[in-house]
């Protein structure tokens, strides 16, 4: 274990985080080490966000961001903000601008602690969500599971914001859905060639919705900030509530507001756990002394 790097286990309203520090390096954490340490007890993790220097006018990181199956995420919107709250903490700046797979992402903590990332603008095309056939509509798309007579989730919203996904509306209680039966089947759907972050979502009213979603590569999460994002503007564009919407998530709430210049603007909390030292070719790792 020559090769050690700092790292904090986070969350984003319950979102797994582990924040990797690869800065000054040039090698990555490996799908090897992120499977490792997605089963560890303490270190069992929704997404890694690995922080890595870059040359680029105005953009002072970029985040490598993998599941806890190995694969690649585009875009995390609870795990941008546990790097915003490390970075802040470390050198006392409030905002930053990242560079992520789904683009340029900027970000800010705010005197309350709370942190605003600007998740990007949102994509509707079938073709770059993506799905494998031509949709003109993408606000509902044939898909659905359960009896064909009397299907149980059906007609999704989809759309992309740097990650793909399916938003089904539901009537009732977003708990009264077996999402951990239907979620692997509609993530690996055909219909998605990228796979898909599933949610099932339920508008409370015009300003609210509940929502709970498989992710991509994970499984189901107490957060994802990503899906919370699409729940909101897939919403206020089948005009189900307006553009600023709180969102419950199992964690907690996420403030999202589709802004006029289609930008998607999400706010919420970080939490830092422990941190320790991790070995990004392996995911062998060690909690620092004074939590050990
Ligand atoms: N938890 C993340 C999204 C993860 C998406 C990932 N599962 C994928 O698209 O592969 C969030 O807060 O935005």
Known sequence: MGSMVPFAKMNGLGNDIVVIDM??????????AAIALASGERTGFDQIMAIHDIDLDGVDYRIDILNRDGSHAQACGNG???VVQALASETGRKSFTFRTLAG????????????????GVPEFRWDRIPLAEEFFDTTRIELQVGPIDAPVLHSPSVMAIGNPHAIFWVKEDVWSYDLERFGPLLENHPIFP??????????????????????????LTRACGSAACAA????ARTDRTGRRVTVNVPGGPLHIDWRANNHVM???????????????????????????
């Open 104 to 119: 340029i992402v900027t970000a800010e903590e705010h005197e309350d602690g709370l942190i605003s990332v600007d998740m």
């Open 80 to 82: 941008t903000r546990c």
């Open 232 to 235: 909101a503007v897939c919403a």
């Open 23 to 32: 800065r000054g390096r040039s090698d990555v954490v490996t799908p090897e």
């Open 194 to 219: 990228e796979r898909a972050n599933i949610s099932i979502a339920r508008v409370k009213d015009g300003q609210t919705l509940d929502l709970r979603t498989w992710e991509r590569g994970v499984g």
């Open 266 to 292: 999400m706010t919420g909390p970080a939490e830092w756990e422990f941190s320790g030292t991790v070995d990004p070719l392996t995911g062998a790792w060690q909690a620092d002394e004074v939590d050990a």
